[in-house]
Structure formats: structure tokens, C-alpha cells
């Protein structure tokens, strides 16, 4: 899973509701429960970028693997744990480079 574009339920901010959202898997699934860990990806490119923004817009050469209709963000800083069982459908994929990326970026959130 880890690397995968899926379509899940992602909450809202305030919690109010949810809506099938885009999402990349960051994690394999873990325990009995089969918890995957995801990023959202939203098609909202900000006017200024967070650290934890990684923008794939159509021009990216995972733009045609990631199954994403239009260029998008990954908000790193917007991340859900949920079952695998509630992952909607499959999208696509990103590469080992952009995996890469995406770890380096969330190591740092981490970090700080």
C-alpha cells in the first residue's frame, strides 16, 4: 500500500463531515486491524507552500501514474490513521523518487 494514491473518507477540519478525498498511502497495513497511515492530497495549490507541501502538478512525472485528474497537493501536515477495509478504491501510484521525497519531508515534520 505503501506509495499507493487512494480514494478514502477523509474528515474535515472541524469534523462536520467527510468527503471522499485523495490520499497517499505512507504506511504498509500494521496489525491485526490492518491501520494504514495516509497524507491528504487536496487539488488546492496554496499561493505559499507549508515545509510539508509537496505540490505534483501535470508537468511531475508521477502526475500520470498517481491517477490524480488535475494538478494537486500532498499535506503532509493532514494526516489520518484508518483501516485498510476503508480504503474506497486504488487511484494510482508514485514513484520510489517521489516516496522518497515524501519521507525526507514528514522526517522533518517530525523533527521539529
Excluded at 469534523?15 to 490520499?23: E, H, T, V
Excluded at 507552500?49 to 491517477?67: M, R
Excluded at 494526516?79 to 521525497?101: D, P
Amino acid at each position: 500500500m505503501k506509495g499507493k494514491v487512494v480514494l478514502v473518507s477523509f474528515p474535515l477540519d472541524d469534523l462536520s463531515s467527510i468527503k471522499a478525498r485523495p490520499a497517499v498511502c505512507l504506511t504498509n497495513p500494521v496489525g491485526a486491524n490492518q491501520h494504514i497511515t495516509l497524507a491528504l492530497i487536496t487539488s488546492m495549490i496554496p499561493c505559499e507552500l507549508l515545509e510539508t507541501d509537496i505540490v505534483i502538478n501535470t508537468s511531475h512525472p508521477d502526475f500520470p501514474t498517481s491517477g490524480l485528474h488535475k494538478a494537486s497537493t500532498i499535506r503532509l501536515d493532514h494526516l489520518i490513521t484508518l483501516r485498510q477495509s476503508l480504503v474506497l478504491r486504488e487511484l494510482g501510484e508514485f514513484s520510489l523518487e517521489t516516496q522518497q521525497q515524501i519521507l525526507e519531508k514528514l522526517l522533518n515534520f517530525l523533527r521539529a
